[in-house]
């Protein structure tokens, strides 16, 4: 279908190859998997994203796209890319975990669901099928990351963890991140909760790990850029923190003994200025060992 987005969208527009009675599903030797991902006036990166994502070997691949009504030509990316997306839609939205969990509902029963942003980069996805063939009783899959510095280009590969049982002792470290975590369709009965605040993703990753088996993955599937809602800050996403430590019955308290200067960091950067902490980070990033 083709469309043009050089006016604001207030109605619903959808496209991709379901529009057109294209459906795919998951079997024993091709499990299906479902990327989400979630754009608002994406226009200068979520080109990458999708190239990405069409450039892997493996082919049972699910792209779903939903887009808030963007006005500065994402929508004529999506068209333009309409063969290689399953599903996109752009509407008003209430926020990015709206978003996501409109994203998550369109997903195909049976596939595994990842999260990426409109600016991350999927790495090697071979890797996760190889997991999921090996472990059939696993429900979740854990990879590391890659970090990408948008203002110094530094990458930093960025190790995640399975959490430890006791959860206050890794809670402020976060061992977890959405762009390295891939979940069962028939696994999510708890979607995200946007009033939780930019953290409610904690929120939806434990929730998940707590109904099943989990297997780690010791490489990056995906690269994410820093700098953005929530990497720099403020007392409103430390408040964030905070709700998903209550909905996960999770001790703060004991969360901060056990990682103290963790939680001095988040304090500082809330308060210094976010041009100190990119001059500190960026001072820092001159040093910094890369992967």
Known sequence: MTFTSSFSVNHSVSGGLRTRGIHKSSTENTPLISIVTVVFNG???????????????????????????????????????????????????????????????????????????????????????????????????????????IKTKVKRYYKCWIPNDRKYKDFLKFPLHHQGFFTKNKNIIHYFKPELGVHADLLFMYQSLARGKTVKINEPISMYNTGGTSDLYSFKNILSIFKVARELKINIFLCVIHAPFVFIKMLLKSIVSRKVVIWLRNLISRYAYVR
């Open 43 to 149: 226009a200068d990166l979520i080109e990458n994203t999708i190239k990405s994502i069409i450039s892997q070997s493996y082919s049972n691949v699910e792209f779903i796209v939903i887009d808030g009504g963007s006005s500065d030509g994402t929508l004529d990316i999506l068209n333009r890319y309409d063969d290689a997306i399953d599903f996109w839609i752009s509407e008003k939205d209430k926020g990015i975990y709206d978003a996501m969990n409109k994203g998550v509902k369109y997903c195909s029963d049976g596939s595994w669901i990842i999260i990426l942003g409109s600016d991350d980069e999927l790495l090697n996805i071979s890797v996760v099928i190889d997991v999921i063939k090996a472990h059939s009783d696993c429900i979740n899959i854990i990879s590391d990351v890659i970090q990408h510095d």
